[in-house]
C-alpha cells in the first residue's frame, strides 16, 4: 500500500513559520519527485513547490523566497519549511509523489495550514 502522511499543520500567526513533513511508505522514495500542492478555501488546487530525485526545485512565485523544500531519502520524507506566513497562505497543504516516467500520482490527506491571529 502506497501512503503518504502528512504532518505539521496548524494555527499559526501571521509572520510565524511552520516546517510541514510528508512521510512516505510502500514506494521508491528515490524513484520520485515529490512536491507539496495547497487548496485554500473556495479556490482551485494549486502547486506550492516540487523537488526531483536529484534535488532540483521548483517554486510557486508567491512562496519564493520564503519556502523551502527538501527531502531526506533515507528516511522517505519531504518537508516544506514556510517562512513569513501570510493569511493568504491559509489552505489544505497535500504530498504528492509522481514516480519517474509514470503517468500516475500519489496524494496524502492533507493537513491544514491556518494562517490568522
Known amino acids: 500500500q502506497v501512503q503518504l502522511v502528512e504532518s505539521g499543520g496548524g494555527l499559526v500567526q501571521p509572520g510565524g513559520s511552520l516546517r510541514l513533513s510528508c512521510a512516505a511508505s510502500g514506494i521508491i522514495f528515490n524513484h520520485n519527485t515529490m512536491a507539496w500542492y495547497r487548496q485554500a478555501p473556495g479556490k482551485q488546487r494549486e502547486l506550492v513547490a516540487s523537488?526531483?530525485?536529484?534535488?532540483?526545485?521548483n517554486y510557486a512565485d508567491s512562496v519564493k523566497g520564503r519556502s523551502t523544500i527538501s527531502r531526506d531519502n533515507a528516511k522517505k520524507t519531504v518537508y516544506l519549511q514556510m517562512n513569513s506566513l501570510k493569511p493568504e497562505d491559509t489552505a489544505v497543504y497535500y504530498c504528492?509523489?509522481?514516480?519517474?516516467?509514470?503517468?500516475?500520482?500519489?496524494w496524502g490527506k492533507g493537513t491544514l495550514v491556518t494562517v490568522s491571529s
Open positions: 523537488i526531483t530525485s536529484g534535488g532540483s526545485t
Open positions: 504528492n509523489a509522481q514516480p519517474i516516467a509514470l503517468r500516475i500520482n500519489y
